[in-house]
């Protein structure tokens, strides 16, 4: 069988239905060199010398490994040059980094969680990079780009999508017109569309929460978790089964290819008041790809895609997936 490659997809996208720019069809191509290369360094993995931290804290206080350097800087070179960007935002960067002046700038702006559930790197688990294309914004027209000019809610992405860097190294992505699932050809170096069309099934019986936050939950979370773990005697009448990677990036994968439920929701602990998970780089983007695959993202008191972001590195909590249990989950927010 003959497989359409990321290009020839882009290039229908951009030629036929108008759904991609030709400045954002060459954004992706970029970003999604940027993943064959951090793919092919993540799997070195100890020949590299690559495992392992750093020593040092990102602006979140969490300890940096080695590879969450190493890949954010893959993608900061690969995606300088290019001419349609004006900024980039990262996970591992405090505030933005704008195109230096000895290139060309455009009229996008990037953002990215170089390398997802990054914990998961020395015990060679799935992990990913997550990124999220926005515009520049109207009045930000003829003057330096600042951090406010990120600050818009995902309902405005023009493209999303994620690398997976496991058994198999995929591409999904979104430019609103869909899900679509690139594997990549290790021995041809192409992205080949393997998954046309992914749609998350409205049903499902398996959730992914991490469970010993239980303590920590707020009532609705507990509620419904009690009901789950109840099975086919309790009130939603079907055993249910648990999955934790501990990487969005897989959770997510695993979700879009045969539904279920992922839960990083608000808890009682003082970190967890927000939420653990950042809006612009991992919550947003997410949602992008779960809603064009027919699924559900809330926070528990509203979509995801319509938060307004008061800051670049702003958490939320997470409700993402087949469309029944979610709702079912919000439901329980509202009657909360
Ligand atoms: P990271 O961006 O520092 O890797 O953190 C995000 C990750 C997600 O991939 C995953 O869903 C979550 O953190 C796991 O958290 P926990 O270790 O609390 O289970
Ligand atoms: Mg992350």
Redesign the pocket.
């Known amino acids: 069988m003959k497989h359409k490659t990321l290009t020839q997809y882009l290039v229908e996208q951009q030629r036929q239905h108008q759904s991609v720019s030709a400045d954002v069809r060459l954004l992706i191509e970029t970003v999604s060199r940027a993943c064959k290369a951090i793919s092919t360094t993540v799997s070195k993995g100890a020949l590299g010398g690559v495992l392992g931290s750093l020593g040092t804290e990102n602006v979140q206080g ?1 300890i940096q490994k080695k590879l969450d350097v190493l890949t954010n800087e893959i993608l900061l070179e690969a995606n300088e040059w290019g001419g349609s960007l004006a900024a980039m935002a990262s ?1 591992e960067m405090e505030t933005i980094h704008r195109i230096p002046n000895d290139y060309p700038k455009g009229q996008n702006l990037l953002l990215f ?1 170089p390398l ?4 998961n790197v020395d015990v060679n688990v799935s992990i990913g990079t997550i990124f999220s294309v926005l515009q520049v914004p109207a009045e930000a027209a003829g003057r330096e780009i600042t951090e406010a000019d990120f600050l818009q809610p995902g309902t405005r992405q023009v493209a999303a999508g994620y690398a997976i860097y496991g058994p198999q190294t995929m591409l999904v992505l979104t430019v609103g017109a869909g899900v679509m699932g690139f594997t990549l050809d290790h021995e041809m170096g192409s992205w080949l569309m393997t998954h046309e069309n992914i749609r998350v099934p409205e049903q499902t019986a398996e959730f992914a929460i ?1 469970m010993s936050n239980m303590r920590h939950w707020e009532a609705p979370v507990r509620r419904y978790i009690e009901e789950c773990l109840q099975g086919e005697a309790g009130p939603l009448e079907k055993n249910y089964n648990m999955r ?1 990677i ?4 897989a ?1 997510v994968h695993r979700i879009l290819t045969r539904g279920g439920i992922f839960m ?1 929701p608000r808890d009682a602990r003082p970190t967890g008041q927000k939420g ?2 950042r809006l612009m780089y ?1 919550a947003n983007p997410m949602s992008f790809l779960i809603e064009q695959a027919g699924g559900r993202a809330t926070d528990g008191h509203g979509r995801i895609l319509d938060i307004q972001p008061q800051a670049l590195h702003e958490r939320t909590g997470v409700i993402l997936g087949s469309k029944e249990e979610v709702d079912r989950l919000h439901s329980y927010h509202q009657d909360a």
Do not use: H, P, Q
């Not at 997802?116 to 914990?119: K, L, N, P, R, V």
């Open positions: 969490e996970e969680d997802d559930g990054s914990s991490n934790w501990a990487s969005m990036v959770d990083y653990k998970l991992e």
